[in-house]
């Protein structure tokens, strides 16, 4: 048992090491990420949101007017409505092709939303994108600000690293002798330092575990498609023999 433990323990260091980094970064945006909407709502309430005022204007006027409002040779490609509190968003985005940066932002040539008055065809405001702080938290999130290819490999790599790291520190984690287990469910808070940070660490680890797993097991299926097809077909097996 010895000897796994200190396989482990060599396992969970470099592991932590190599991909601790990414997962912190990939792990912070997502607490952001996921409230994204709510948030870009919050701050932008002067665009995003208007005041309902008898029939929305017919969509070409609204979108005469808001090309109106970018240069020339930025085209709109996407619209979206929503319901009538909320301004409508005519979208132009390109694909800088010839670029030969690694950084996602190279690879966009424009990325910009125009929010308009559906009921005035007054245009409220114009976000770029290409800059803008939450689609930047994003792009963070997804691809660590590479390009799509390689940034989607570094952090899906970093999920199944998560996962050994996770098991690797369950088996650190597991007591000698059954009898300590109790020591190990708790942390000796007048320690010295060393102790009392290996209590913490290895302690609140082990309460964390369950959820790092729906995590991790969450991520894989977004990562990987031989993941999702293994994972969802299963469920369907085991729905079909129980229900």
């Known amino acids: ?93 390109k694909a800088n092709k010839k670029a030969k940066s690694i950084f996602y932002l190279g690879q966009v040539a424009y990325n910009k939303d125009v929010y308009i008055d559906q009921f005035s065809s007054k245009v409220l405001g114009i976000i770029d994108l290409k800059h803008e702080f939450f689609s930047i938290v994003r792009l963070i999130h997804q691809y660590l600000l590479f390009k799509k290819p390689i940034g989607s490999f570094i952090v899906e790599s970093s999920v199944p690293l998560f996962l050994i790291i996770i098991i690797t520190g369950f088996i650190i984690w597991l007591p000698n002798k059954l009898k300590n287990i109790r020591q190990r469910l708790t942390v000796k808070w007048n320690a010295r330092f060393k102790r009392l940070n290996w209590d913490l660490h290895s302690t609140f680890g082990f309460y964390v575990i369950p959820f790092a797993l729906v995590i991790v097991i969450t991520g894989l299926i977004w990562s990987f498609k031989w993941w999702d097809w293994a994972f969802t077909s299963h469920l369907a097996q085991l729905k079909s023999r129980f229900c």
Not at 52 to 68: D, H
Request: glycine share 4%; charged share 25%.
């Open 1 to 93: 048992m010895k000897k796994i433990k200190k396989i482990a323990a060599l396992i969970h260091l470099w592991l932590g090491l190599i991909s601790g980094i990414v997962i912190t970064i990939v792990a912070f945006t997502c607490c952001i990420y996921a409230f994204e909407e709510e948030l870009f709502n919050f701050f932008h309430q002067d665009i995003v949101y208007t005041k309902a005022a008898g029939k929305p204007l017919p969509l070409y006027i609204l979108e005469e007017k808001a090309q109106k409002a970018l240069p020339v040779d930025e085209k709109f490609n996407r619209v979206e409505v929503k319901s009538d509190q909320y301004a409508y968003i005519f979208s132009a985005s």
